[in-house]
């Protein structure tokens, strides 16, 4: 016997053998397919559709449970559920028969490279909430050249409730890589030379050297950057303490004191790049290098680690005079930073929301990292770089060990990331960043043996 539903294109027999909530999820899959659903239509309810096809709840719910894990479908019971644009052939291939090396082949791939946000564990309500608040008031004619008075606020608030720093100004930026090319600009300037962590964060090199910056390499160990070996004649020092991108370590307190004598001694600036320091494990809070030394550190922060990059929102403090320079290249090119996420900032923080998802990212964070290191180490793997922040590193011998790590991660459908590609120069370390932050809880643990497999 068959039914039909009159709105929608689908037809049950139940004398197969093949389950009815296969086939309803056949039947779906084909219309959206063949396009008799579009991407944006909205399916009735797994209880509305229950009803006109007269088979239980359950059958309509495992049809959608599945349809939403591969991807043709989104949304939730309450807030309906649409079609998506159909997805890529790769999440189609997942029910795809096959052999289990095909199907690694062309299975969507798990991305455990460092540096996503955990955008998945944001309040939907919670975000939808604060954009709309920040869509309240009138048009702004002409965005502020500093930021917003009431973003600059919160972010006044937040560096001193969650990083401990009293920060006399603060500058909008539009993020982290945003304000280098502006501090590269305006403040380093053509021809100087500016030291930086060997292996370091990649796109800000870039933006020093599209500014006819030189960059120099400065090795960094399991204290973070080594202040002696600074080139003497640097402009300034760039460099990640609280994390360090990517070798995991954490600026040692004495390194801290050294790096910012010297600095004074030579009239360097110091760049602090506050890359993960919302995130520290079982571990003492270390000051901040714009605590110890406001009159030669700039300290650099972003929304896009703790929410998502999205929002294009991050924040400056330093000395008077470099806060000045950088106005004065934003009135000379004409150039501000988008008064939007600020906007959607100062609401999360306004309603709490921020703090909310702060104390859920941290926990999710160090419950991932417990996993992760525990299943590591626990294998007899080394590991580097887990008291802070969303990635840790696994080091490897040689060039050859990491390349293999990453070919065989592949072919498993995991994407990972090798150190030697964040050095500027010649890599002298190997092995692999992993970033635990981007992906699903259930996924990461998902992949875990076969990580354990692969690295030891
Ligand atoms: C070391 C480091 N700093 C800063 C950022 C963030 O920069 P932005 O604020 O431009 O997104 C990243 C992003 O990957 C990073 O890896």
């Not at 006044?156 to 304000?179: F, I, N, P, Q």
């Amino acid at each position: 016997m068959s039914y039909a539903d009159t709105a929608l294109p689908v037809r049950l027999d139940r004398e197969t053998a093949t389950p009815l909530a296969v086939q309803l999820a056949d039947a779906l899959r084909e219309a959206a397919a063949g396009g008799h659903l579009r991407g944006g239509d909205r399916l009735p309810s797994t209880r509305a559709l229950a009803e006109r096809l007269g088979v239980s709840r359950t059958v309509t719910s495992a049809a959608y449970e599945q349809l939403h894990a591969e991807g043709w479908i989104a949304g939730r019971h309450g807030s309906g559920t649409y079609v998506t644009t159909p997805p890529t052939r790769a999440a189609t291939s997942v029910s795809a028969p096959g052999s289990l090396l095909a199907e690694a082949e062309t299975a969507p791939m798990l991305d455990l490279t460092p540096g996503a946000p955990w955008a998945a564990g944001l309040d939907r309500a919670a975000w939808r909430r604060a954009w709309r608040a920040a869509a309240d008031p009138d048009p702004l004619t002409r965005a502020h050249r500093a930021g917003l008075p009431e973003y600059r606020a919160t972010v006044s608030e937040h560096l001193l409730r969650h990083r401990g720093l009293a920060a006399g100004s603060v500058l909008a930026t539009g993020g982290t890589t945003a304000a280098v090319v502006e501090l590269a600009a305006a403040v380093v300037r053509r021809g100087s030379v500016v030291a930086f962590e060997e292996p370091g964060y990649q796109r800000a090199v870039q933006a020093f050297r599209q500014a006819g910056i030189t960059v120099v390499g400065v090795p960094v160990d399991e204290q973070g950057l080594r202040p002696d070996a600074i080139p003497a004649g640097a402009r300034a020092v760039y460099c990640s303490p609280a994390h360090q991108y990517p070798m995991g370590s954490r600026m040692s307190a004495a390194r801290r004191v050294q790096l910012v004598e010297r600095a004074r001694a030579e009239g360097m600036l110091v760049i602090e790049d506050d890359y993960d320091g919302e995130l520290r494990f079982d571990v003492a809070p270390l000051p901040l290098l714009a605590a110890l030394a406001p009159d030669v550190v700039v300290h650099l922060g972003t929304t896009s680690k703790i929410l998502t990059p999205t929002l294009g929102a991050g924040w400056l403090v330093a000395p008077a005079e470099v806060a000045d320079s950088v106005l004065a290249y934003r009135d000379l090119t004409g150039t501000r930073p988008s008064p939007a996420g600020q906007r959607v900032l100062v609401e999360l923080a306004r309603t709490g929301d921020l703090g909310r998802h702060l104390r859920k990212l941290r926990r999710e964070m160090a419950e991932r990292r417990s996993l992760l290191s525990a299943a590591l180490s626990g294998a007899g793997i080394p590991l580097l770089g887990d008291d802070a922040g969303a990635h840790l590193v696994v080091p490897a011998d040689t060039a050859d060990a990491e390349t293999h790590f990453l070919t065989a991660a592949e072919r498993h459908g995991i994407r990972l990331d090798g150190l030697s590609r964040h050095f500027a120069g010649t890599p002298t370390a190997y092995g692999i960043a992993l970033g635990y932050a981007g992906c699903s809880r259930e996924a990461l643990i998902a992949a875990v043996p076969t990580l354990v497999e692969l690295f030891r």
